[in-house]
Antibody, heavy 120, light 111 residues
Framework: QLQLQESGPGLAKPSETLSLTCTVS??????????WGWVRQPPGKRLEWIGI???????YYNPSLKSRVTISVDTSKNQFSLTLSSVTAADTAVFYC????????????WGQGTLVSVSS | QSVLTQPPSVSGAPGQRVTISCTGT?????????VHWYQQLPGTAPKLLIY???NRPSGVPARFSGSKSGTSASLAIAGLQAEDEADYYC???????????FGGGTKLTVL
């Protein structure tokens, strides 16, 4: 059974960089059939697609976040990561990592999510 | 504009049928891109409910169904149950965005 688990600090200071890692178990991150992605949800608000990465390193980002986002993959550890720079209070959200099917770009498996608060 | 519009809320009594709409534009649903639906129970991660317009993943009851026409898509839930009370989101690819986007979400209340 595939499992995804987010990890990282639950608090970030304004203007700093937020970093999260997603560890994948029960399946290989090097599968040709899937992308690996991040979605966030500010408290009480809608889901927001952040971006996805293929095991080869190809990435696709939400244009509204592209200047601040980097998604990377470490196939040796079966992990992928998110960094979001220059954070503000508006970046406070639950961050989910998820697996996206190549044919369709839909997320068929999700992590439980981790809340990151941006506050001084 | 890259937007998928959903009604903020819908409601129905147990046993009834409800539908949730997702209205897009010519750069997403209208361009032929698939629509996917997720169910988010309170305090939990979203769960894939319908993929590629009409398909149900294994384990999703048949009373959940999806359709798509033109620039819109719909999720139908038949035989409403109390456990269906959740937020529902649609998702599609948008060519002007160059990525995927989610609808605003619809809160389903079972009366």
């Amino acid at each position: 059974q595939l499992q995804l688990q987010e990890s990282g600090p639950g608090l970030a200071k304004p203007s700093e960089t937020l970093s999260l890692t997603c560890t994948v178990s029960g399946g290989s991150i090097s599968s040709h059939n899937f992308y690996w992605g991040w979605v966030r949800q500010p408290p009480g608000k809608r889901l927001e697609w952040i971006g996805i990465i293929y095991y080869s390193g190809n990435t696709y980002y939400n244009p509204s976040l592209k200047s601040r986002v980097t998604i990377s993959v470490d196939t040796s550890k079966n992990q992928f990561s998110l960094t979001l720079s220059s954070v503000t209070a508006a970046d406070t959200a639950v961050f989910y990592c998820a697996r996206a099917v190549v044919r369709g770009y839909y997320f068929d498996s999700w992590g439980q999510g981790t809340l990151v608060s941006v506050s001084s | 504009q890259s937007v998928l519009t959903q009604p903020p809320s819908v409601s129905g009594a147990p046993g009834q049928r409800v539908t949730i709409s997702c209205t897009g534009t010519s750069s997403n649903i209208g361009a032929g891109y698939d629509v996917h639906w997720y169910q988010q129970l309170p305090g939990t991660a979203p769960k894939l409910l319908i993929y590629s317009n009409t398909n149900r993943p294994s384990g999703v009851p048949a009373r959940f169904s999806g359709s798509k026409s033109g620039t819109s898509a719909s999720l139908a839930i038949a035989g409403l149950q109390a456990e269906d009370e959740a937020d529902y989101y649609c998702q599609s690819y948008d060519s002007s965005l160059g990525g995927s986007l989610f609808g605003g979400g619809t809160k389903l209340t079972v009366l």
